[in-house]
């Protein structure tokens, strides 16, 4: 199948752990995105990577920090977590201008 | 300043009705616009962009240059329109979608 997956789908943990998020697309695409999506669905864009650099960085807490190893994936590193941080967070990819295409969400808890 | 403005944050119609979902947008260049459609508890997904000028499941959108705006129209709802539906704005200078606060549409039986 092709697609953007990520993992894991479900995330609960405690404040002041520090978790992951990984995202992978095989879509053959050259930029992929990080989205936050609020408890009232509001989706914002966290950050961006083409080719590998990071090309969007919007004012995120730098407790947030994104990691792209190779173009095909981009994952999101979460330092002391807080209760704020509870959201569903979207990985996306696209070829230039195109489309995106999102991924299923990550639904974090911090508890 | 670019933004995306959806007035509605829910619309709620009966089976058949006409909708009609509302996006106004500011850019100072030439608009790439879009719609985006997430169903419940599902991923994002394009329903159409206006460069395409096409119509799928039922649905049309006009980019009005005149009025800057790009709204969402289908004639008949039908219950699987459900959904949350997100208008959307391409940033060519800065590379990124900007989305608008979204709108949940709720077609009644």
């Known amino acids: 199948d092709t697609a953007v997956s990520q993992t894991p789908k479900y995330l609960v943990t405690q404040m002041g752990n520090d978790k992951s998020i990984k995202c992978e697309q095989n879509?053959?695409?050259?930029?992929m995105y990080w989205y936050k999506q609020d408890s009232k669905k509001f989706l914002k864009i966290m950050f961006s990577y083409n080719n590998k650099e990071l090309i969007i960085n919007e004012t995120v807490p730098n407790r947030f920090s994104p990691k792209s190893p190779d173009k095909a994936h981009l994952n999101l590193h979460i330092n002391s977590l807080e209760l704020g941080d509870s959201a569903v967070y979207f990985c996306?990819?696209?070829?230039?201008?195109?489309?995106?295409?999102f991924g299923p969400g990550t639904r974090l808890t911090v508890t | 300043a670019q933004r995306v403005t959806q007035p509605e944050k829910l619309l709620s119609v009966f089976k058949g009705a006409p909708v009609e979902l509302k996006c106004n947008y500011s850019y100072s260049g030439s608009p790439e616009l879009f719609w985006y459609v997430q169903y419940s508890r599902q991923r994002l997904q394009l329903l159409l962009r206006h460069i395409s000028r096409e119509s799928i499941k039922g649905f049309t959108a006009d980019l009005n240059k005149g009025e800057t705006s790009f709204h969402l129209k289908k004639p008949f709802a039908q219950e699987e329109d459900s959904a949350m539906y997100y208008c959307?704005?391409?940033?060519?200078?800065?590379?990124?979608?900007?989305f608008g606060a979204g709108t949940r549409l709720a077609v009644h039986p």
């Open positions: 879509l053959g695409h050259d930029t």
């Open positions: 996306a990819s696209s070829q230039e201008r195109r489309e995106q295409y």
């Open positions: 959307a704005l391409f940033s060519g200078g800065y590379n990124k979608l900007i």
